[in-house]
C-alpha cells in the first residue's frame, strides 16, 4: 500500500515535468533480482512544447532512470557481496536507490542512500519496498561508515569534490561512472569495466556504455577489498 502510495506521487511530481510520462515497475536486465519504478520506456523525447522543455532543465527527473554506471554498481555488488556483507553502506546520490538496494540485498547490515532532492529520495523509498529491504533515506551525509558508494554523481566535473568527502566519510569508497575514465586522485584504482546500459534505454553513444569502477580504501583499514 505505501509503494502504491509512493509511485503515484512521485507520477505526480513526474508530469509536473513531463505530462504524459508514467511510472512503470520492471525488472533490471542483467540484475533480475531488482525490480524498479522507472519512467515508461515509450515517454515523449521532442519534439517538447517550449514550457516542457523549460520544466525539464529546470527540475530533471535523473531519480525516474536507472543509469548505466548505478546498474553496473548494482550487479558488482549482488556478485561480490563479501564487499558489504555485515557492514554499514552509504550511497550517495542515491537516485532511484539501485546501489543501495543491491548493497541490501547482498547482506549489509545498514544501508544509508543519500540524496538531496526529495523525489529521489522518495523513488529510493518506494523502490526498496518494492524489493522488501529496509534502507534509511537521508539527505545528510552520515559522519562515518565502512563503505560509501557513488554512482553517476561526477557528470558535473564540479562534483569532484565529492571523491575528497568521500574519503573524510568512509573507510572505503566504490565509484561507478561511464563519463569519467580516470579520477584526478591517484589514490583511487580502477578495478573493474562493466558494460550497462541505462534504463530506459536514451540511446547512449557507445563511449558512455561501459561504467568504470574505482576503489579507494584508507590505509589503516582491514576490511578487503
Known amino acids: 500500500m505505501l509503494a502504491g502510495m509512493s509511485m503515484t506521487e512521485l507520477e505526480q511530481a513526474l508530469q509536473q515535468t513531463l505530462p504524459d510520462a508514467r511510472i512503470e515497475t520492471v525488472s533490471l536486465p542483467g540484475c533480475e533480482a531488482i525490480r524498479l519504478g522507472l519512467i515508461n520506456a515509450d515517454y515523449q523525447t521532442g519534439p517538447l512544447d517550449p514550457e516542457v522543455m523549460r520544466a525539464v532543465i529546470r527540475e ?118 561511464s563519463r569519467v575514465t580516470d579520477l584526478p586522485d591517484p589514490s583511487y584504482r580502477e578495478i573493474a569495466r562493466i558494460d550497462a546500459l541505462t534504463i530506459p534505454n536514451l540511446g547512449e553513444f557507445d563511449e558512455f556504455r561501459t561504467a568504470h569502477l574505482f576503489h579507494w580504501r584508507d590505509e589503516g583499514s582491514r576490511s578487503g577489498s
Open 60 to 177: 530533471p527527473a535523473y531519480w525516474a532512470f536507472c543509469w548505466g554506471s548505478g546498474l553496473a554498481l548494482a550487479r558488482h555488488l549482488l556478485e561480490r557481496p563479501e564487499q558489504v556483507r555485515g557492514r554499514r553502506i552509504v550511497d550517495l546520490g542515491s537516485g532511484s536507490g539501485v546501489a543501495a538496494i543491491a548493497a541490501a540485498l547482498a547482506g549489509a547490515d545498514q544501508v544509508i542512500a543519500c540524496d538531496t532532492d526529495p523525489h529521489a529520495r522518495l523513488a529510493t523509498e518506494m523502490n526498496a519496498k518494492l524489493n522488501d529491504v529496509r534502507i534509511s533515506v537521508q539527505d545528510v551525509l552520515p559522519d562515518h561508515c565502512e563503505l560509501l558508494l557513488m554512482a553517476d554523481v561526477l557528470y558535473d566535473r564540479s562534483n569532484l569534490p565529492l571523491l575528497a568527502l568521500a574519503q573524510s566519510h568512509a573507510r572505503e569508497v566504490l565509484v561507478a561512472d
